[in-house]
């Protein structure tokens, strides 16, 4: 047998969702309000089971090194329980229930699976009075272990993708054979179709945030003004998106502006898509990452540039910074596994976007001053010829 993978650079985040879970104690309270007697009688002491492993932890947040032995002894004794009633009682399975009781066997087989390329993390928040809830997470950090096997099982695989870059990077985290071969197909296109320009006087970290503002604004007016038509603007969040739109509106009515918006639908999606016509002029907001990063095709004068307001690194929270100490101890480069290869990946999707065929002419402005630097530059497609302005 002989396997495909299209977009293979979404392989490492798509199968750490594979092997990743988590359950939330609401759910457990509420069940325990509702369930029959003897259902009811398992929850509460795996409810007591869940209240030890956070009473004594004093942070919102914190990461273990290993599993919880007599939660999951607890959990599966609740597994059996509820399996059982099932089996009694076919014709009154509550749909709640059911659904704790599929989250609660995936919980306990990924348990089953943890070791140093796993974290154990707890969750705690506030629930009104001295009441404390938690979230417990199992996730997977590298799952190389487990696609290992399924890929030398087949006669041959191959993986797809414009972004397979750093190769270390993926072969790391799928864990790909030592005699994988390495194929860079020559792109379609000539480096004269997209004109990159590094914008290195503006810096989007957070902190310069505000500072950003204007000097995006003028940019991408500047832009417009010499080559009208239609752009996407990409931005970290939905916040920054909307404070830079709202800054255009106001100083500059006359160009015509679509965001796209948190939750939208499928319809709302293909809305905003239309936008882009052959005949249409405008910058339409995007967040990186998101929806309209990749896998659409806007060909000609549908898309004549983008605008990346972003280095695309993943949030600085305390499971990513967790993921960058692992990573760290795993393979001697936890920033650049936990945010650089992510971050660029997403920018170098985004920017795909602008030259769909081999007639198409665009630009794509990469806006913060880390665009110029090596280790970021080296991670761009060989076709790219980025010039770097500071002016």
């Known amino acids: 047998m002989a396997v495909l993978v299209d977009e293979a650079h979404n392989m490492v985040e798509r199968a750490r969702q594979m092997y990743s879970a988590s359950l939330d104690q609401s759910q457990l309270k509420a069940l325990i309000q509702t369930s029959p007697e003897p259902v009811k009688k398992a929850l509460q002491r795996l409810d007591r089971q869940w209240n030890a492993l956070h009473k004594v932890q004093p942070a919102a947040y914190q990461a273990y090194s290993a599993a919880p032995e007599k939660f999951i002894g607890s959990l599966n004794q609740c597994i059996s329980t509820i399996g059982d009633h099932f089996n009694e009682h076919p014709q009154a399975v509550d749909g709640t229930l059911q659904g704790f009781y599929l989250e609660a066997i995936g919980f306990a087989r990924i348990a089953e699976l943890f070791d140093e390329h796993f974290i154990f993390d707890i969750t705690r928040r506030e629930a009104g009075g001295k009441r404390i809830l938690s979230r417990l997470s199992l996730r997977n950090v590298v799952p190389a272990r487990f696609i290992r096997p399924r890929l030398t099982a087949a006669r041959s ?26 194929i860079d197909v020559e792109s379609p296109f000539n480096h004269d179709q997209l004109d990159v320009r590094i914008v290195s006087r503006i810096s989007t970290r957070f902190t310069h945030r505000q500072a950003s503002l204007a000097p995006i604004v003028e940019l991408m007016a500047e832009q417009f003004e010499a080559r009208p038509g239609n752009y996407l603007a990409f931005f970290s969040s939905f916040d920054y998106l909307q404070q830079v739109a709202e800054l255009m509106a106001q100083t500059h009515p006359h160009i015509t502006l679509w965001q796209q918006a948190r939750g939208m639908g499928e319809s709302e999606r293909h809305a905003f898509l239309d936008r882009f016509t052959l005949s249409s002029q405008g910058i339409g907001f995007a967040v990186l990452g998101g929806a309209f990063g990749e896998g659409i095709d806007l060909p000609g004068a549908r898309l004549i540039g983008a605008f990346i307001a972003t280095l695309g690194l993943p949030q600085l929270n305390p499971v990513n910074e967790q993921f960058k100490q692992r990573m760290a101890a795993l393979f001697g480069a936890g920033y650049d596994y936990t945010y650089l290869y992510p971050g660029v990946q997403k920018v170098v999707q985004a920017a795909g976007r602008v030259i769909r065929s081999q007639s198409d002419r665009g630009v794509v402005m990469l806006i913060d001053d880390r665009f110029a630097e090596h280790k970021v530059r080296q991670l761009f497609p060989a076709w790219w010829r980025p010039e770097t302005s500071t002016a």
Do not use: C, I, K, Q
Not at 158 to 178: C, E, I, K, M, Q
């Open 157 to 182: 695989t191959v993986l797809f993708s414009a972004t397979l870059n750093p190769r270390h990077y993926y072969a790391d985290l799928l864990g790909l054979p030592v005699n994988t071969a390495w």
